[in-house]
């Protein structure tokens, strides 16, 4: 990588669940980029296929010599999002973290688009962007989720809703710590460090443009509902009460919007309203 850049990590998360064609698409997107990551931390969450292994092993040999380090962490019971997270996070070796997950695709500029922006703006903790969402190929667009700009405007709709696409994010390792670093929270935990870092009084900065195109089906939206959904929420919600981010007017909309959402519809019906609503 040219020095003009400062050194990054790149932490990845993999689990059984992941299908490997799409784990594979998604580390090479990591790799063709037009600023390449030093380093990329994999924690494998529990047991894993023999393809998804392969996967791993294939790109081992690939980069055994190059300029990217690719070091592999595996945990021999799956811990969930959270801890996996966390595990991986504590183990990348630079100040400079980017988060991408298994089975979406970053965009080439990705990474030298948030270089950029993190260099020219000091004060800012974390960069995320838009996402463009997708059904077989990037082509196949079926909806955006796009998120503000500027700090204050996160911070305001942080009241609302989680304010950055978890899967675009950068951020500088020792403001994230600072925080309490990713704690578990179930299918929350991206939502509670935000919630974290706002309240320690860290910056945030989102990019206009789309950095990952993200893998979207019926299952992604059954994870989205349920009464354990709806409970772990609940929970963050009351957390927010109790913190003074929210008032109890904010409260009770937040929580009756989710109830209905997560609990009363139906996953077709929820899939619409998030496509409509939640997203562009």
Same mark, same amino acid.
């Given at each position: 990588?040219?020095?003009?850049?400062?050194?990054?990590?790149?932490?990845?998360?993999?689990? =059984?669940?992941?299908?490997?064609a799409?784990? /594979?698409?998604?580390l090479?997107?990591?790799i063709?980029?037009?600023?390449?990551?030093?380093?990329?931390?994999? +924690?494998?969450? =529990?047991?894993?296929?023999?393809?998804?292994?392969?996967?791993?092993?294939?790109? *081992?040999?690939?980069?055994?010599?190059?300029? !990217?380090?690719?070091? +592999?962490?595996?945990l021999?019971?799956?811990?969930g999002?959270?801890?996996?997270?966390?595990?991986?996070f504590?183990?990348?070796s630079?100040?400079?973290? *980017?988060l991408?997950?298994?089975? /979406?695709?970053?965009?080439?500029?990705?990474?030298?688009?948030?270089?950029?922006?993190?260099?020219?703006?000091?004060?800012?903790?974390i960069v #995320? #962007?838009? !996402?463009?969402e997708f059904?077989d190929?990037?082509?196949?667009c079926?909806?955006k989720?796009?998120?503000?700009e500027?700090?204050?405007?996160?911070?305001?709709y942080?009241?609302?809703?989680?304010p950055?696409?978890?899967?675009?994010v950068?951020?500088?390792?020792?403001?994230?710590?600072?925080a309490?670093g990713?704690?578990d929270?179930?299918?929350?935990?991206?939502y509670?460090?935000?919630?974290r870092?706002?309240?320690?009084?860290?910056?945030? #900065?989102?990019?206009?443009?789309?950095?990952v195109?993200?893998?979207?089906?019926?299952?992604?939206?059954?994870?989205r =509902?349920?009464?354990k959904?709806?409970?772990?929420?609940?929970?963050l919600?009351?957390?927010?009460l109790?913190k003074g981010?929210?008032?109890?007017?904010?409260?009770?909309?937040?929580?009756?919007?989710?109830?209905?959402?997560q609990?009363i519809?139906?996953?077709?019906?929820?899939?619409?309203?998030?496509q409509?609503? *939640?997203?562009?």
């Open positions: 990588m040219s020095s003009i850049w400062k050194k990054f990590s790149v932490a990845m998360c993999v689990y =059984g669940g992941d299908a490997s799409f784990f /594979d698409a998604a090479r997107s990591v063709d980029q037009t600023v390449q990551p030093d380093e990329i931390v994999l +924690t494998v969450d =529990g047991p894993i296929p023999c393809d998804t292994q392969n996967v791993i092993d294939r790109y *081992a040999r690939e980069l055994t010599g190059s300029s !990217i380090t690719f070091k +592999t962490v595996y021999s019971r799956n811990r999002h959270g801890e996996a997270r966390r595990v991986c504590e183990n990348c630079y100040e400079l973290v *980017a991408m997950d298994a089975d /979406d695709l970053s965009v080439p500029e990705r990474f030298e688009k948030q270089l950029r922006y993190l260099a020219r703006y000091p004060e800012i903790s #995320g #962007g838009q !996402i463009y059904i190929t990037p082509e196949h079926v909806g989720r796009l998120v503000p500027k700090d204050a405007e996160i911070k305001a942080m009241k609302k809703r989680c950055m696409n978890q899967m675009t950068m951020f500088r390792k020792t403001d994230v710590v600072t309490g990713y704690l929270w179930y299918c929350e935990e991206d509670y460090l935000w919630l870092m706002a309240l320690a009084g860290y910056r945030f #900065g989102n990019l206009e443009e789309n950095l195109n993200v893998r979207v089906n019926a299952e992604l939206y059954r994870r =509902g349920g009464i959904y709806f409970l772990s929420e609940a929970k919600q009351k957390f927010m109790c981010v929210i008032n109890l007017p904010r409260y009770i909309v937040n929580v009756s919007e989710r109830f209905i959402l609990v519809m139906t996953n077709r019906l929820r899939g619409a309203v998030f409509k609503f *939640a997203r562009s």
